[in-house]
């Protein structure tokens, strides 16, 4: 018997006790727990539950009114008036995500996210204690402090440089604040802390640039942050790529546009042709349209030249206004960059003809014919005797 015959077996056997273990039972597990959090009314929160095990567990929600563990409930997508969410994703693990949103004072109490993979798990003749493993958290809603704000802006276009004033007091609120700051899209503005329940933020001279979410923030010992939110509207002001752009047949071609305002603009992208215009959109293969907030990109790529040429336009338009900015796109041949060489070539056979046809145009007394016999010439030995016989004359 050949030998490989006799190892194929035994290494069979190896590899399937060498697997064994990976295929085997596994109990339920928690990977990631949820976490109790404080919110106030009106926000939002999420619990998150990961659990392992072989099978894969189910997971299921509970809930218990605070001080009533003894009473929790099934919760199900759709709960509460649809205000509940539960989502789960299934990989190695199992996610479970709960939200609820739109929060209340009766939304406080303690979540039990329970997971199970044992087969008797819905028996109902078994202890769900012994079947299923729990992890809680404890959701602490408080009412929201009461601020009142000043109402939105718009920068008129007509008023340049006005002068604005955002005000912010807090007039109600359950526990002691601390502090109070300024942020403007996400982002503190420095310099404007303060310890004051009536907070003021001043812009002297506006541009379009000021505009955008400001919110005024209340800290407190013992609640999460409260806030409220001011908008600063103003119309796009967009600013364009370049006049002109030159490129070279076949290459590629880039144009952008960015503006200053609030809210972020829709934008578009045309092609003027004389006094029509043509939208330009991702559906034809060469043009490419990115759109970033309050940037916006144009791709073409492999410029012709017989049909890309022109003047493109972008254009910024929100609930103020909008705005529009061109570029004109020249694309050149294949041949321009020899263009150069190619006209001093030319001016040199120009030269060269000219002095050509300038040689053939010269007399013909200019040129000495060889075959010709050479004249003779005078010698002064023969003036010498004119001049000697007319002293002789004179003489006599």
């Known amino acids: 018997m050949h030998p490989g015959a006799v190892m194929m077996p035994a290494l069979v056997l190896i590899l399937g006790n060498l697997m064994l273990p990976l295929t085997s039972a596994q109990n339920a597990g928690f990977v990631k727990s949820p976490m109790s959090e404080t919110k106030l009314t009106g926000d939002t929160f999420e619990l998150y539950c990961d659990v392992v095990g072989n099978p894969m567990p189910d997971i299921q929600w509970w809930y218990a009114e605070i001080n009533r563990a003894d009473s929790f409930k099934l919760l199900w997508d759709g709960a509460r008036k649809r205000r509940v969410s539960i989502n789960t994703a299934y990989g190695a693990n199992r996610v479970s995500v709960l939200g609820i949103t739109r929060l209340t004072l009766e939304d406080s109490g303690t979540y039990e996210c329970r997971a199970s993979n044992d087969p008797k798990r819905n028996d109902l003749r078994q202890n769900p204690a012994t079947t299923w493993i729990r992890a809680q958290a404890t959701i602490l809603v408080l009412q929201k402090p009461k601020i009142s704000a000043s109402d939105q802006t718009v920068l008129s276009a007509e008023n340049p440089r006005q002068q604005i004033s955002l005000q912010c007091n807090l007039t109600t609120a359950h526990t002691p604040h601390r502090e109070s700051f300024w942020m403007k899209n996400g982002k503190e503005i420095q310099n404007t802390r303060t310890e004051l329940r009536n907070t003021a933020h001043r812009i002297v001279k506006s541009r379009a640039d000021d505009s955008g979410e400001y919110m005024c923030v209340y800290t407190f010992a013992m609640s999460p942050n409260a806030n409220a939110t001011i908008e600063i509207k103003a119309k796009p002001d967009v600013t364009g790529h370049k006049r002109s752009e030159n490129k070279n047949e076949g290459e590629n071609a880039m144009m952008y546009c960015k503006s200053v305002g609030y809210p972020h603009p829709t934008w578009t992208w045309w092609k003027m042709d004389g006094t029509s215009t043509q939208d330009i959109d991702n559906s034809t293969g060469r043009f490419f349209i990115t759109i970033r907030d309050n940037y916006t990109e144009l791709n073409i790529l492999h410029l012709d030249i017989g049909s890309d040429p022109g003047t493109y336009q972008c254009?910024?338009?929100?609930?103020?206004?909008?705005?529009?900015?061109?570029?004109?796109?020249?694309?050149?041949?294949?041949?321009?960059?020899?263009?150069?060489?190619?006209?001093?070539?030319?001016?040199?056979?120009?030269?060269?003809?000219?002095?050509?046809?300038?040689?053939?145009?010269?007399?013909?007394?200019?040129?000495?014919?060889?075959?010709?016999?050479?004249?003779?010439?005078?010698?002064?030995?023969?003036?010498?005797?004119?001049?000697?016989?007319?002293?002789?004359?004179?003489?006599k």
Request: hydrophobic fraction near 35%; glycine fraction near 4%.
């Open 315 to 395: 254009n910024a338009t929100n609930v103020i206004g909008n705005t529009a900015e061109t570029t004109i796109l020249r694309v050149r041949s294949h041949l321009a960059p020899l263009w150069p060489f190619l006209g001093v070539l030319a001016e040199i056979l120009i030269l060269v003809v000219i002095i050509g046809m300038y040689e053939r145009r010269k007399r013909p007394d200019d040129f000495i014919d060889d075959d010709e016999p050479a004249a003779p010439t005078k010698t002064n030995s023969t003036n010498n005797h004119k001049d000697k016989n007319i002293r002789q004359r004179n003489t």
